[in-house]
């Protein structure tokens, strides 16, 4: 099983075409984790699988539940974007949140920059940002979650 998880595409739609050229349409879930402006439709339609999503800090008018929890095989999955939870000074109140929901994996974004932190039995995962990237090569990037037969789950940062 294969998950697709974006964030912040800021209303762009290209990014993400490039991505899926890339990836190939075989993906069985997609995670959109905030900033979407106004292309919610676009990605519910974009492949025929789920599709997850919650608003950004600039998603003013979306009527969407701001948190979201899933499982995904195993994994108790939690989803916000993370603006609430002030992960642009650390990742302390969403961990604390991530364990008070007890879920294991927690989707976010909104820093834009790309993460995968293990904490524990908790995994952290922000996509960082497919149309303004922060981090030091300013690349746009994504994560791919991949659960194997036997339950192992890998997950990895990929680059535009
Ligand atoms: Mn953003």
New binding site residues.
């Given amino acids: 099983m294969r998950v697709l998880i974006i964030s912040?595409t800021?209303g762009r739609d290209e990014p993400f075409n490039k991505v899926i050229a890339r990836t190939g349409r075989d993906i069985d879930m997609l995670v959109h984790c905030g900033?979407i402006e106004g292309r919610e439709e676009m990605y519910r339609r974009s492949l025929s699988c789920p599709v997850r999503m919650v608003p950004?800090n600039?998603d003013y008018f979306s009527m969407m539940p701001k948190d979201v929890q899933f499982e995904i095989g195993d994994h108790r999955v939690w989803l916000t974007h993370g603006h609430i939870y002030r992960v642009s000074l650390g990742l302390e109140y969403l961990k604390d949140e991530a364990r008070a929901r007890d879920v294991d994996v927690v989707m976010f974004?909104?820093t834009?920059r790309p993460v995968i932190e293990r904490d524990g039995n908790l995994t952290l995962l922000n996509p960082g940002?497919l149309t303004y990237p922060r981090q030091e090569n300013r690349r746009p990037s994504y994560i791919v979650m991949e659960i194997k037969e036997n339950g192992d789950t890998d997950y990895e940062i990929k680059y535009l």
């Fill in positions: 912040d800021h900033d950004g600039n974004g909104h834009h940002s």
